[in-house]
């Protein structure tokens, strides 16, 4: 008998990552996620979660979850074009088109395939889509999806992005510009008016994914594109609803022909079942608390002003962030791993984040500062940092 379903070749390969230092095992959250958790049996403060409002654990958000679900059930029974469209998904849309002043939004399941879906239906044999380089997986998983030919420019480099323009955008029909809106690793902003401007210039599409920007840019957390006034001149507005909206989804939010089209080509919106009533009913109510009112994001940035001052005094360098992101740049690779795993001993969980995932020698704990914290969870987890820092030499 054939020894085909050994699967050898996955062996082979999960040996290659434990010879290589990086394979690991899932972290066990063993509580609802929010400042404070219960990780692997353990006790600790949350610095890790994109919980960025802490509505993932929202007492309104779980009561319309509950009351959805005694109203509608527990699944949307089919995909949207089908019979799978409730009310409940298109007042969410309506709300959301509304909240994000622009003409229409459309829901997707996440929002990694939000730019799997959207970037193919929009882009086409013939056209060019230029990205960033340090774009997110699923959009470059989006990218090869399409049949458009692709081009990269350096980080947030407008020269680079002004070069590629000048030497390929006369060989295209259309051209799609393509940023996240806040760079997940730096906390960094895209130079969204810059782009724009040069999008403009050379009569080109742009398309920003703001899944970190969301629920915590601009006005009660409508985003990068209304951070910069930038509304009717980005043509395709991403958002998860996964992250600072706390539950689960993605939306490409823009103009009503944006909507028309991607209700009859979006694959996801054609193949794949609708979000479900407990969870389209909860993202509903976390709108209308962001459209009431300022407290969540005023708390978010306040918390985070608050971390990153402390860290910063204390000698830490927590980099060029622009946003509740808080990197704390170790360096290098192997004692970033150790600061992460000393922080947990004590009590504080923060993932470290090494290359490949950032380049290399820049090793960093990722500190994702939230509206769930109190300032005495964050002050004590600044004392953690403070002990293990001095204990390692980082910080004098
Ligand atoms: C997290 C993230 C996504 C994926 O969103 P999900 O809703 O978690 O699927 C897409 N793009 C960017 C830039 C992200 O940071």
Not at 21 to 30: C, D, I, N
Not at 71 to 76: F, H, L, N
Not at 320 to 338: C, F, H, L, N, Y
Request: net charge negative; charged share 25%; hydrophobic share 40%.
């Amino acid at each position: 008998m054939s020894n085909v379903h050994e699967l050898k070749y996955l062996q082979d390969s999960i040996q290659e990552l434990k010879d290589q230092g990086v394979y690991r095992k899932l972290p066990v959250l063993e509580s609802a996620n929010e400042a404070e958790i219960i990780l692997n049996g353990k006790n600790v403060i949350n610095l890790s979660s994109n919980n960025y409002l802490g509505f993932a654990n929202h007492p309104k958000l779980k009561k319309a979850a509950t009351d959805a679900i005694e109203k509608y059930g527990v699944g949307a029974g089919a995909v949207r074009t089908i019979v799978g469209n409730m009310d409940l998904h298109e007042n969410l849309e309506v709300l959301l088109a509304e909240f994000k002043r622009e003409e229409a939004a459309m829901v997707f399941q996440s929002g990694f395939n939000c730019n799997a879906g959207v970037i193919q239906a929009i882009t086409n044999k013939g056209d060019l889509i230029i990205s960033d380089e340090l774009n997110h997986a699923s959009i470059i998983d989006g990218v090869r999806l399409s049949r458009a030919d692709k081009a990269v420019f350096k980080h947030s480099d407008m020269a680079d992005l002004r070069r590629i323009l000048e030497e390929r955008r006369k060989d295209y029909s259309q051209v799609l510009i393509i940023t996240d809106g806040v760079f997940s690793m730096d906390g960094d902003l895209a130079k969204l008016p810059e782009i724009v401007e040069l999008a403009e210039e050379f009569e080109c599409m742009t398309y920003v994914d703001d899944a970190h920007g969301s629920g915590v840019l601009g006005e009660s957390g409508r985003g990068t594109v209304d951070h910069f006034h930038l509304h009717g001149r980005v043509d395709f507005c991403i958002g998860t609803l996964s992250k600072g909206i706390g539950v689960i989804g993605g939306y490409c939010a823009g103009s009503k022909v944006m909507k028309e089209w991607l209700s009859h080509r979006g694959r996801p919106i054609l193949f794949s079942t609708a979000l479900p009533p407990a969870a389209v009913a909860p993202i509903t109510e976390a709108i209308k608390l962001l459209m009431n009112s300022t407290e969540y994001t005023d708390r978010l940035w306040s918390n985070a002003r608050f971390f990153k001052e402390r860290l910063g005094k204390l000698g830490f360098n927590t980099g060029a962030s622009e946003t509740p992101i808080t990197p704390v740049i170790i360096g290098d690779e192997a004692k970033t791993m150790e600061f992460s795993r000393k922080l947990l001993d004590k009590g504080v969980y923060v993932s470290a984040i090494v290359f490949p995932t950032v380049p290399k020698g820049s090793g960093r704990v990722r500190c994702m500062v939230t509206a769930g914290h109190t300032e005495e969870q964050l002050a004590k987890a600044v004392d953690v940092f403070e002990a293990v820092g001095k204990e390692m030499g980082i910080i004098g």
